[in-house]
């Protein structure tokens, strides 16, 4: 991925939360007396995370990949990226 | 939460399963080769995952927590126990 | 779908609305210099009328069918209740 | 929106189709004995129809708005189209 160094490193602090937000999810569940509720929303915040981060992922191929090849002028490579970011958004709309 | 130890020892593997995932993705993020599409695809599969275990901690609600409140037949209690499955789903659908 | 009065009535109003809607999105998809961010924010009201109106049925359905099934007391149709739950709840989260 | 005749067409047809649906659906309601899952489903089937109609719009604020900000090349123009893909991304994944 094409990607600036401030956004690589953000992308890395983002991802290094999420993974201690899932450890949090895993010690919810050892305990018998935590409220299932309360579980639920911790796995609903590290949802909401990875949505943000797809979300950026997402717009730095507009601003790389699909920038570039608008730009090139190769009509081929316009319509694959065109492709290249539905096939992304049918998994997720 | 209410879980036998079979569902707990589920839920145990489920998540660490789900952080090795997440670390996955770290990795994904510091290979400039890599295509972002894969990334977003790897992020993905940690939601479907993510998904699974929420969907297997409501279905446990509805077998313990909402369960007893009817079996119980406080009023009140069935009403909130309604109550709280519709507050996780107004989050999600 | 076993409904109170009120509540037929209530549904029958919200789908109605959303039938409007609906209309309105065709008006707009005519309009040569309509900006496509309002039909999409049109779309998109649409489709949050439709979560209330599948949050409301399920909401009935955990009231009526899953309570009369635990209230019974036979084990094969509370679970069969459970899983019908589950199936809806599997094509939304 | 910038929409090519045939395309026009295609919605029209597409969002007829869903008018009809939503009629489905406000019949089914008044069935006593429709079982809600059949109702769910059709509305399902609804959002599913929506969503689709949704990602054609995406793409063809792609192909003309946001390739035509890039071409013209107005550094402006090109980060705002940017921003507009998102703010509808960020309403939906």
Redesign the interface.
């Known amino acids: 991925?094409?990607?600036s160094k401030d956004k690589?490193q953000d992308?890395?602090s983002r991802?290094?939360r999420?993974?201690g937000q899932?450890?949090g999810?895993?010690r919810m569940?050892?305990?018998?007396d935590?409220?299932?509720?309360d579980?639920?929303d911790q796995?609903?915040s590290?949802?909401q995370a990875?949505?943000s981060?797809?979300?950026k992922?997402?717009?730095?191929?507009?601003?790389t990949?699909?920038?570039d090849a608008?730009?090139g002028g190769d009509e081929q490579a316009?319509q694959e990226s065109?492709d290249?970011?539905?096939?992304?958004?049918?998994?997720?709309?």
């Open positions: 991925m094409q990607l690589r992308f890395r991802l290094s999420i993974e899932v450890r999810v895993q569940v050892e305990e018998e935590r409220y299932c509720g579980i639920l796995i609903h590290v949802q990875l949505k981060v797809e979300r992922i997402i717009r730095n191929h507009l601003e990949c699909m920038t608008i730009r316009v065109y290249e970011v539905m096939d992304v958004l049918k998994k997720r709309i």
